[in-house]
């Protein structure tokens, strides 16, 4: 009796493998079908809302991360509509036709905004730099600001005149983790320390006043708050010249891979950039925000 | 005259059990195989059918990301390593000092007592990244001259003081187990109180409790991980760091593996290690 049910379980389990390949091999039924509608009705825009396929019908949903820092927002409210990457977004979400009510924000923490599977925003705007290797995991829109990394240190700290690179070398430097800050220190800087690295820019500032770190590497808007806000004698030791031209190193929206969103978006940044808004906002929210350059 | 049903080991078995023995046996390995390939064929036939799977593989699995990472995650390794070889005998140490206190009888020791019993409660309740924060952010902004800043310095010592106190226990446990006729026989043949501890007591309970040490010693393997979050990179951080370069998530599973053939060893010398002490234990048991 008790053999004969041994001898089932294989039968069951190739049983269970069958009904799971069934299952899996349907071709074609899952093919949505926007491309069609909005070609039968040509005079129809295929970047207005009701056309869209959002995630939520309607809506506009943009995630960033928390808390979410000055000058990009403010009071780590993104739906305030303060700070710089706030207001690029309601701008583009305007442009796009969507109303301020229209707009939500989700929390994305950084390390989920690029997790496979379904996104749960339709883009993240959360000063992520476009590369060519996350271009392959995800689609970016195009660049909405070109970012230079900056050196904030204490105005006691051994670096606080470095003018030169080679100064810098010889220095403990610190990044936040995922940055292009810290692979700016590896691939340019090559200080003979290896740097710290930190969660976050509380962190990394802590870091900083106990003396752990002599300077923390972060892009230049960033810089400026820190200086202004977090410390309460630090000083921007110096920015890097960026690349210039294509290569410059620029953030981008993040999109689900192939989002057809992404062409709406860069449409709406491309209008905004020819109207002069996205100037506009840039010297409203990171006005006053410049350091004097270092010299390789 | 029926034969008596022997033990394994024992020299003489009926003929006729000993075919049924051995026939059950083949029959058994045959089902477990056939089970065993079952298996393995429906779970692989599952994973590689889910729509899912190539994406899943390319970003978990991907050989190019792999030996991209593997070098800077394995150097990375080696500060997990030395700092899991400074903290365990530290640990030790410490722990065996506050549970001997613990055990203490002496009205005198109250003091002390009280103290150990406090360290371990609060020890045990704080998370260990809450105790590496507070210590390494939080030592050096006292600012006093004398205690180095080195955020190496206080994670390895935050991670000391919270396994201390698990530890803590695990030998007071082992020293409660042996039984109080061998500390009775001991005092009656003349040993004080301390050299009873140090001769019978001591050695007994710790042989006792290496199986649960080794539990707790593995564990910290993993938790050296949480000294990055004041700045030294470690293999767990070394993979985040090259995950958000490239978006992919193959090097965690980099790092996972690394820890893994770290305490794949550990874990089977604990199993032997119980096994050996069970069958001491049960030696010359059945009478």
């Known amino acids: 009796m008790r053999r004969s049910l041994l001898s089932a379980v294989p039968l069951v389990a190739l049983l269970l493998a069958a009904c799971g390949s069934s299952a899996t091999s349907d071709p074609g039924s899952s093919s949505p079908a926007p491309a069609s509608s909005a070609a039968s009705s040509p005079s129809a825009d295929p970047c207005a809302p009701a056309s869209l396929a959002t995630v939520t019908a309607g809506k506009l949903t943009i995630g960033t991360d928390k808390p979410a820092y000055p000058p990009y927002f403010v009071d780590d409210t993104p739906s305030n509509g303060k700070g710089f990457e706030s207001a690029v977004a309601y701008a583009v979400a305007k442009q ?20 496979p599977g379904k996104k749960s925003f339709d883009f993240d705007i959360n000063q992520i730099s476009i590369t060519p290797e996350r271009a392959k995991v995800v689609t970016f829109s195009d660049g909405y600001y070109t970012v230079n990394q900056a050196v904030v240190s204490l105005t006691t700290s051994k670096i606080a005149g470095a003018k030169t690179l080679a100064e810098l070398q010889a220095a403990k430097l610190g990044a936040q983790v995922g940055t292009t800050s810290l692979k700016y220190i590896q691939d340019d800087i090559k200080p003979a320390a290896q740097p710290s690295v930190f969660n976050d820019s509380a962190a990394a500032t802590a870091a900083l006043k106990n003396g752990q770190i002599d300077g923390l590497v972060v892009d230049l808007p960033t810089a400026y708050y820190i200086t202004a806000a977090e410390l309460d004698n630090g000083k921007i030791v110096g920015q890097f010249p960026g690349v210039a031209g294509p290569d410059a190193e620029q953030f981008g929206m993040l999109f689900q891979k192939d989002n057809p969103l992404a062409t709406c978006v860069n449409q709406a940044l491309a209008s905004l950039q020819a109207s002069g808004d996205l100037q506009k906002i840039q010297d409203q929210w990171l006005a006053g925000v410049d350091a004097p350059y270092f010299a390789s | 005259m029926t034969p008596v049903t022997p033990d394994v080991g024992s020299p003489y078995v009926d003929p006729v059990r000993r075919d049924l023995m051995h026939r059950k046996a083949r029959r058994d390995v045959l089902v477990a195989s056939a089970s065993l390939v079952a298996f393995v064929v429906v779970a692989v036939v599952f994973v590689s059918t889910a729509p899912g799977w190539p994406t899943v593989q390319e970003l978990f699995f991907s050989g190019e990301s792999f030996s991209a990472s593997i070098g800077e995650v394995l150097s ?62 939080g030592v050096p902004a006292l600012n006093s001259d004398g205690i180095t800043n080195e955020p190496l310095v206080w994670g390895t010592v935050a991670l000391v003081l919270s396994y201390s106190a698990y530890v803590a226990e695990v030998f007071r446990a082992g020293i409660e187990s042996v039984h109080p006729s061998q500390r009775s026989a001991a005092r009656s043949l003349g040993l004080s109180a301390s050299q009873t501890s140090r001769y019978v007591v001591l050695p007994q309970a710790i042989r006792r409790v290496v199986p649960p040490l080794l539990n707790d010693f593995i564990s910290l393997q993993k938790d050296t991980a949480l000294v990055s979050v004041i700045g030294p990179i470690e293999a767990l951080r070394q993979a985040q760091i090259d995950s958000s370069f490239t978006f992919n998530f193959t090097p965690y599973v980099c790092a996972a593996l690394l820890f893994i053939a770290l305490t794949v060893p550990m874990t089977r010398f604990a199993d032997w290690l119980n096994a050996r002490a069970a069958k001491q234990r049960n030696a010359g048991g059945s009478a």
Do not use: C, H, K
């Open chain 2, 76 to 137: 990375a390794f080696w500060l997990n390593v030395r700092i899991f070889l400074i903290a365990e005998p530290a640990i030790l140490v410490l722990a065996l000092a506050i549970a001997l206190v613990r055990g203490t009888s002496a009205p005198v020791m109250f003091p002390l007592r009280v103290i150990a019993a406090i360290y371990t409660d609060i020890f045990r309740g704080i998370p260990t990244i809450l105790l590496v924060l507070l210590l390494g952010f």
């Open chain 1, 96 to 115: 796009l036709g969507y109303t301020n009510d229209a707009v939500t924000w989700t929390v994305v923490p950084f390390n989920n905004s690029y997790a």
